[in-house]
């Protein structure tokens, strides 16, 4: 079983900056894919950027050139750096990691970016 724990959300003006970490605790071996999701009010949830354990990225469009993501694999944990945030990527911001078959998600946290 594993256990991510997410940190770094919170209240940032358009066009500022935001650093979302997550860990991921328990009987862990090698963890294949990490990354994150975000769901905004009303909305599905949806990819913001992935990474493999060799290091292949995914990027959704919108997040592409903007945000940064970066793991490190012998303690992990996924971080994702957010960078030039506009009002639309407010939402709750969701750790995920495919570990065994198996998808796992973390508690969330909120990120507000105010116009």
């Known amino acids: 079983h594993v256990q991510l724990v997410e940190s770094g959300g919170g209240l940032v003006q358009a066009g500022g900056s935001l650093r979302l970490s997550c860990a991921a605790s328990g009987s862990i071996f090698s963890i294949n894919v990490m990354g994150w999701y975000r769901q905004a009010p009303g909305k599905q949830r949806e990819l913001v950027a992935e990474?493999?354990?060799?290091?292949?990225?995914t990027y959704s469009d919108s997040s592409k050139g903007r945000f940064t993501i970066s793991r490190d694999n012998t303690k992990n944990t996924v971080d994702l750096q957010m960078n030039s945030l506009k009002p639309e990527d407010t939402a709750v911001y969701y750790c995920?990691?495919?570990?065994?078959?198996?998808?796992?998600w973390g508690q969330g946290t909120q990120v507000t970016v105010s116009s």
């Open positions: 995920n990691v495919i570990y065994v078959g198996v998808e796992y």
């Open positions: 990474m493999t354990r060799g290091g292949g990225t």
